[in-house]
């Protein structure tokens, strides 16, 4: 009984507080931009997965602190105590509703996340020279993945360009060029290297690969946020092995699996504290310590990855202060006692 009410009462303020969120975006749009109504809408749906994979923490934290807050208010915490109660388990009932949302977001970041990603940069696309590009053609049979070091839009000439093959999620060839030139939907790469990855055998010479009309390179060229975790993760795996620079597609795969295990962390360690102390209001508190702490430990993390050649293990274990505060809050709820 005491599960329904604490998981519905929960979801439902999980449900206001996300129409009271996405009406802030609404609003943010409006102001921020003179758009018809057509455009408006297309805008308003592509920035929703985005918003909501960030808002998610904050989503589930304060839900489930105005669920403790309404159960404290009604003393009902200190009769559940009386009947004998741990303070442990009473926090426990609060998990099915944090393991929910938790999935929720996982669900945003595995692929509505990056398509609302990429849906959004299409007009924010240089015109001129595009840096660090990374296109994807898929075949029934192969995967292509293409890297340009710089792509100039206005001759046609790439530059540091990379092709690598996948078959099956096994790396077939690679090849490499230091540049070619891309007219229409033709791309030749000049005295391109190319390693057969099966056989070991190496040759040199010149490639032709048929993809999309340059004019349209600017609208497909991705970056790690507009990828799919599937293909982060592949890239991720298969980069370090030919030379590519892997650690921005780990960074990016790993921040979307950090953001959605914060929705239940952080709504546990709020609660945990707020059953503790007896107080919801401290529970509000540490809830935006603990966000503020979660975006900064993530900044830190992809500064390191990104700027520096520190190993992901010794950066990743920059986060791991969370889950000493989620250690703390299980030892307070173990130890402390009601009077």
């Excluded at 802030?24 to 102001?31: A, C, D, H, S």
């Excluded at 078959?167 to 000049?190: F, H, P, R």
């Excluded at 991705?222 to 991720?236: A, H, Q, V």
Aim: with cysteine; net charge positive; glycine share 6%.
């Amino acid at each position: 009984m005491l599960t329904r009410f604490i998981f519905f009462t929960a979801l439902k303020y999980a449900f206001a507080l996300t129409l009271i969120l996405v009406g802030i975006l609404q609003i943010y749009l409006i102001g921020d931009s003179i758009l018809s109504g057509r455009v408006f809408f297309e805008l308003f749906l592509w920035s929703l997965p985005v918003f909501l994979f960030y808002a998610m923490p904050f989503v589930a934290s304060i839900s489930c602190i105005l669920v403790l807050r309404s159960l404290q208010k009604r003393r009902l915490d200190l009769a559940f105590s009386g009947f004998g109660m741990s303070p442990l388990r009473l926090a426990l009932y609060f998990a099915p509703i944090g393991a929910l949302l938790t999935l929720f977001s996982f669900i945003i970041a595995l692929q509505t996340y990056p398509y609302g990603q990429s849906r959004l940069s299409i007009s924010q696309k240089p015109g001129g020279i595009i840096k660090d590009l990374w296109l994807v053609q898929k075949f029934p049979e192969r995967t292509l993945f293409y890297h340009f070091g710089i792509v100039d839009l206005s001759t046609g000439k790439v530059y540091d360009a990379s092709v690598l093959e996948l078959k099956d999620y096994v790396i077939k060839s690679l090849v490499q060029s230091k540049e070619g030139v891309w007219l229409g939907d033709s791309l030749k790469l000049n005295s391109a290297r190319v390693l057969d990855l099966l056989s070991g055998q190496e040759s040199v010479k010149d490639l032709s690969y048929s993809y999309v009309v340059l004019e349209r390179v600017g609208q497909l060229a991705k970056r790690p946020e507009e990828l799919s975790m599937g293909e982060l993760i592949l890239l991720s795996s298969v980069g370090k092995k030919v030379g590519l620079n892997h650690r921005q597609f780990l960074k990016e795969a790993t921040i979307r699996v950090l953001n959605s295990l914060a929705v239940f962390v952080c709504s546990f360690i709020c609660i945990a504290f707020g059953i503790s102390f007896r107080s919801w209001r401290f529970s509000l508190l540490v809830f935006f310590i603990i966000f503020t702490f979660h975006w900064l430990l993530l900044n830190i993390f992809s500064t390191l990855l990104e700027k520096t050649n520190v190993s992901f293990g010794a950066s990743i274990i920059i986060y791991t202060p969370i889950l000493g505060v989620l250690g703390l809050s299980l030892y307070y709820l173990r130890k402390l006692h009601r009077v």
